[in-house]
């Protein structure tokens, strides 16, 4: 009976050591909820955003970019309130929440909006991502100024929509109207200057503002990019010079302008039409002198890039167009 009692212990302890080596092994891992994230985007400001789900809830601070919302059928939480002459509100969103206009967007308000995402103007509110991004909001600070800078965000906005289709059909048709334009116009290698006037100041535009883009899509040399070196790659504007005009002598002038016109009018009269080098000027003496309008040339044409080169090549060669 002893031996028996004895082999009972010994296999209910042979039995509790198996169950206790069982329970020191690893444990199933439960399936991770997180799987990947919906989108990884560098912005403009040098920053790697990660979006974790595909927004919901998007608010946009700026003209363009609400205009390559509108151009995937993309709806908005929120919007920059749009008060520019040159600048028109999609009919879709007219009744979408405001968030103040595009250069003194309320925190408040856009928070009001319970945005998951926020598509910025870096240059305008870069300052403003700290704060949102402490109160929970994802945001990207984009810049859109060059022809490459329109395709690149369109692409962005309809991948954010999940309309990457209907964002290329559009770059397909705007590089084909750029193409037509380019198509009708002599390569005669002109050379041009660009004279951004506001009340206080002229500078010369280089080829990274929007006008500079489109002469240098239509083939143009822009005489002032020699410049560009002392500003930075990045830079839209270098200081006007008369003397550095006079030396480089471009066959065209564009003009560009910020401001009342009437004061921007005072304002080239002092600083440029009142100087005897002016009217020597080959582009003054032969009368192409343009002057470029703002809802294209100030504010970014967006998907009117291609009427922007178009108005450009006209001005230029009114002959080939009819």
Known sequence: MKKCMTAVFICMGLMLACLGLAGCG??????????????QVTDDAGRTVTIKEKPQRIVVLSTSLLNFADAVDGNLAGRASVQSDAA???????????VGPVYNVSVEKIMACQPDLVLANKNQHEKLIPLLEQNGVTVLALTTKTYDDVKRNLTLVGKLYGKEEMAQEKIAAMDKEIQ???????????????????????SLELDKSIAGDAARILGFTNVAQDGADKVGNSAEKVPYSMEALVEKDPDVIFITSMGRSDKIEERLRQDVESSPA??????????RVYVLPENLFLLNPGLDYPQAAAYMAKAVYPEVFH
Do not use: C, M, N
Request: zero cysteines; proline letters at 12%; charged letters at 25%.
């Open 26 to 39: 690893p444990e199933k891992q439960a399936p991770s909820s997180d799987g990947p994230a919906f989108a």
């Open 180 to 202: 037509a334009v380019k198509e009708k116009i002599p390569d005669d290698h002109l050379t041009v200057a660009i004279l951004h006037a506001t009340p206080s100041h002229v």
């Open 88 to 98: 028109a509100l999609p009919e879709r969103y007219a009744d979408v929440p405001e």
């Open 278 to 287: 002016w009217q020597t000027l080959t582009a003054v003496r032969q009368k």
